[in-house]
C-alpha cells in the first residue's frame, strides 16, 4: 500500500510538471503571437494635408512609409500625426512644444475618479481621435482627455479630464499647468517631417520658422536630421519672401512642394494637363489636376509628395541613417 502512495506522487508529480511546462508554453507562444506596438522611425507632423484630406485611402505619409519598406527596411515605421483644421500653433501645442498645451484657468480635480470639465488656452485636438491623445497627463496625473461636441465643426465643445486612478484627495491645478498628450511624448528620438502652417497660426516668417524649429527638436536641427515641407497653396509671386526664408534657414531640409509640383507634378504622374492646368502653372500654382479641390490633394498628388520627399530622403543620405535607427 505504501508503495502505491508512492508511485501515485510520483504520477501526479510528473503530470503536474508536464502541465506547468504546457502552460509556461502556451505563455511564451501567446507573448510572441501577440501584435508588438510599432516602433516608429519617422514623425510627420501636420494637418490636413498631412492627413490625406481628398486622397480617399492616400496619404504622403503612408506612400512614404511603402517605399521606405519596399526599398530600406520592413521594420521602418511612419506616423501620421496630421490632423484636419488645425493651425501651425495647434500642431506645436498638441506636440508639447513652442507655446505647449496648458489650462487656460485654474482646474481642481476632485477625489475619487469623476471627468472634470478643463479649459485648455487652444481650441485644439477637435479633429483627434482618442487614440493620438491618450493616455494624457495633467501635471503628472495621467487620464484620458475627451471632447464632447455635437460634430467636428461645432462651434461649442467642450474637454474632459478623467484621471486613469482614483484620486485619494482633491487636486488643484493652476492656469497654465501643461497638458501632455500621448502625441507629445511617442515620438521622441523620431526622424521629424515638418508640414505646417497652411492654416495659419503664424504671424510671420520668423514665426513660423520658429515654430517649424521647436517641432523638429534641437537634437535633430543640431544633426542635420530633418526635412521641412513648404506650403502648396499660392503662386511663385505670393510665396516667395516665404520659400527665400525657408530655404535660408533650411538649406537643402526645405522641400519647395509648390515649386515641384507646379513644375513637373503631372508628368511625374503621367497626366496630360489641360489649359486649365497650364495656365496655373505658368504662374507656379499647384495645377488642379493634382488636387481634390481648392487645397487638398487628389491620390495622384499625395503619391507625388510621398515620392517626393523620399528621393529627398536619398539623395540627402538619410535612408541608411533611418535603416540602422530600427
Given amino acids: 500500500m505504501l508503495c502505491g502512495r508512492k508511485s501515485f506522487g510520483r504520477r501526479a508529480a510528473a503530470w503536474l510538471a508536464a502541465l506547468l511546462l504546457f502552460a509556461v508554453c ?70 508639447g512644444v513652442y507655446d505647449p498645451l496648458a489650462l487656460a484657468e485654474e482646474a481642481v480635480l476632485p477625489a475619487g475618479r469623476e471627468k472634470t470639465e478643463v479649459f485648455l488656452n487652444y481650441p485644439v485636438l477637435r479633429q483627434c481621435s482618442l487614440d493620438e491623445l491618450n493616455p494624457c497627463f495633467l501635471g503628472g496625473v495621467e487620464g484620458e482627455l475627451r471632447i464632447e461636441q455635437s460634430s467636428y465643426t461645432a462651434e461649442e465643445y467642450h474637454y474632459y479630464f478623467k484621471p486613469a486612478a482614483s484620486l485619494r484627495e482633491e487636486k488643484r491645478f493652476a492656469a497654465g499647468t501643461e497638458m501632455r498628450t500621448r502625441q507629445a511624448m511617442a515620438f521622441d528620438g523620431c526622424f521629424p517631417i515638418v508640414f505646417i502652417g497652411q492654416n495659419g497660426g503664424w504671424a510671420d516668417a520668423e514665426e513660423l520658422i520658429a515654430q517649424q524649429r521647436a517641432l523638429i527638436g534641437e537634437d535633430a536641427l543640431a544633426a542635420g536630421e530633418y526635412l521641412v515641407l513648404g506650403l502648396t497653396s499660392g503662386s511663385a509671386s505670393s510665396r516667395a519672401a516665404l520659400e527665400n526664408a525657408l530655404e535660408a534657414a533650411f538649406g537643402d531640409r526645405f522641400l519647395n512642394l509648390r515649386a515641384h509640383l ?16 497650364l495656365a496655373e502653372m505658368a504662374e507656379g500654382v499647384v495645377p488642379a489636376c493634382l488636387r481634390s479641390d481648392g487645397v487638398h490633394f487628389n491620390a495622384k498628388g499625395y503619391r507625388l509628395i510621398g515620392n517626393f520627399v523620399y528621393d529627398a530622403l536619398s539623395r540627402l543620405g538619410f535612408l541608411e541613417t533611418l535603416r540602422q535607427a530600427r
Fill in 26 to 95: 502556451c505563455l511564451a507562444f501567446a507573448a510572441a503571437c501577440a501584435p508588438k506596438e510599432k516602433k516608429y522611425t519617422i514623425v510627420c507632423w501636420g494637418d490636413s494635408l498631412t492627413a490625406g484630406t481628398g486622397g480617399g485611402w492616400t496619404n504622403y505619409p503612408g506612400v512614404l512609409e511603402d517605399l521606405l519598406q519596399k526599398n530600406v527596411s520592413k521594420e521602418i515605421f511612419v506616423a501620421n500625426a496630421g490632423v484636419g483644421g488645425e493651425s501651425s500653433a495647434t500642431i506645436c501645442a498638441r506636440a
Fill in 262 to 277: 507646379a513644375g513637373q507634378g503631372p508628368a511625374d504622374a503621367g497626366i496630360t494637363p489641360t489649359a486649365e492646368d
